[in-house]
């Protein structure tokens, strides 16, 4: 029998919903591609209530317990003592949110003994050490595209609050005031800018589709060229660089994962050479652009804004500059955790274990490390720093 531990989010403040705003939540059956949601059997959870907090438990204790196994849940994940450390050492499953990460280092997998698969409830698997979990033979997966449009509607929401200046307009109604050109004293069109997604895979592509209405110019870079098909479909203008697309662009939103190519990418130097008064999205990963560049630019007015919901750490610490930079729309780490996305990879990281305990091979989609190597998602969208 296996021990799982699983780290998610603290429950709401005021505890577990007891109702909810809808009663139900549509039934989607596959993504764009044809790609089909997770779809395990006999699940016990319902779709559209909180499972990805403490309490919801992604919907596993039954599940587990039923069959022998032991699930420990905790949110404490941090500093010493953590029941995270302390329940990680005899653990034989790990499973975290992106949004509350569990950062299995290379030192905590070396003491982690019996670990032998850590699930991503979600997707984006940068929290493990990948070459770690290669040289120790533990297997990663992740529930692979199971909150990619939740995060491009998110994207879309961003954009559309940086660039119309939603946020202080709101503000200004919250305080009781009406002064009209106060709130449109930053306020522009989104129609006729150009916007480009740094990578153009499930997040970055929809974004990208759905943006296309608004009558924007299209621009992408990506280490893997979109099919002729749909650059004509959208008017897309392919770009062989980041650094060559970004001048050119009126709004940039980052769409890749986290590796040793993307870390760092958006420092002073690159932002420097973007449209004065661009607009910069991240629902990515925060590393991917210096956290005091960012700042700067949005002090200097060579950004006009910048939103998202990623961090690092997560949660950032209360001192966090991006809190208090003027002109951000950033969000705690919700992008990818709306409740229709929770239904989707709590299905999905039952359906993994499922497949893991009968002994069948996971979805290949699903997989970033096998074998002591990448897999599957894994091989397309990461590079490793040393075995691979």
Known sequence: MAKILCVLYDDPTDGRPTTYARDDLPVIDHYPGGQTTPTPEGTDFTPGHLLGSVSGELGLRSFLESRGHTLVVTSDKEGAGSVFDRELVDADIVISQPFWPAYLTAERIATAKNLKLAVTAGIGSDHVDLDAAISHGVTVAEVTYCNSISVAEHVVMTVLGLVRDFIPSHQIVLDGGWNIADAVSRSYDLEGMHVGTVAAGRIGLAVLRRLAPFDVQLHYTDRHR???????????????????????????????????????????????????????????????????????????????????????????????????????????????????AQARYAAGTREILKSYFAGNPIRDEYLIVEGGALAGTGAHSYSTTKQV
């Open 226 to 340: 979109l099919p002729k098909a749909a650059e004509r479909e959208l008017n897309l203008t392919w770009h062989e660089s980041t650094a060559d697309m970004v001048p050119h662009c009126d709004v940039v939103t980052i769409n890749a994962p986290l590796h040793p190519e993307t870390e760092g990418l958006f420092d002073d130097k690159l932002i420097g050479t973007m449209k004065r008064g661009a607009y910069l999205i991240n629902t990515a990963r925060a590393k991917i652009v210096d956290r005091d560049a960012v700042d700067r630019a949005l002090r200097s007015g060579q950004l006009a804004g910048y939103g998202g919901d990623v961090w690092y750490p997560q949660p950032a610490p209360a001192d966090h500059p991006w809190r208090t930079m003027p002109h951000h729309a950033m969000t705690p780490h919700i992008s990818g955790s709306s409740l229709s």
